[in-house]
């Protein structure tokens, strides 16, 4: 699929130089993770009319700064990819400041709107609404990170998250209006607005998480 739509060569540089990156950083945002945003980013990218190269460059660097503190990873992330001179081999410098900057404003949490088109892009590909998805991630965050939790205060700290960020008053926002992503935050926000339903799938993943450690 990646092949059809991104540059060939774009694709051979990003899946032998950048990709494998992700086989350091936690559960949350391995691999698999940055290759589903990937190919959201191109099915938004073909619905917006967006630069293919450009939307694909930005996925795959989009949590490159997880080599570093997780709280600046969006900013760590910018100045990475600003500072690989290999992309100058197929973009622009303008380009690459677009591209920068949407690394930036890609985080849910972030205060204000995506400067650019890009930056609604990966921000809308980055939010993982499929809600067996949000619960999975979630609680292997929690247990790579914290890992001195026990079980009772791993849910205390799960069901904190979602309500936080996914909850009808949660931070988080979507950019592109009819995206697949507003029928699935509904879905969401009706388990989370259930305290059973939401204890049973932080129970079903986190049994999960234990069975294959």
Do not use: C
């Amino acid at each position: 699929m990646l092949k059809n739509t991104a540059s060939l060569d774009l694709v051979e540089f990003v899946e032998t130089q950048i990709l494998p990156q992700y086989a350091n950083f936690d559960r949350a945002h391995n691999l698999e993770h940055v290759t589903r945003v990937i190919r959201r980013s191109l099915e938004l990218a073909q619905r917006t009319g967006a630069d293919i190269n450009m939307v694909y460059a930005i996925a795959a660097y989009h949590d490159i700064g997880m080599s570093g503190p997780r709280a600046i990873h969006h900013i760590t992330g910018g100045k990475i990819l600003l500072s690989d001179a290999r992309l100058k081999r197929w973009f622009s410098a303008e380009q690459i400041k677009i591209m920068k900057e949407a690394v930036e404003d890609h985080r849910a949490s972030a205060a204000h709107a995506p400067r650019s088109l890009y930056g609604k892009i990966i921000a809308e590909a980055d939010r993982d609404i499929v809600p067996e998805v949000v619960f999975q991630r979630t609680v292997q965050y929690g247990m790579a990170n914290y890992p001195e939790l026990d079980r009772e205060h791993q849910w205390l700290r799960f069901r904190e998250h979602m309500n936080e960020k996914y909850s009808q008053h949660g931070y988080i926002r979507l950019w592109i209006p009819g995206s697949p992503n507003e029928e699935k935050l509904t879905e969401l926000r009706n388990i989370i607005a259930n305290p059973t339903l939401l204890r049973e799938q932080f129970d079903r993943f986190y049994e999960l998480e234990i069975n294959n450690q």
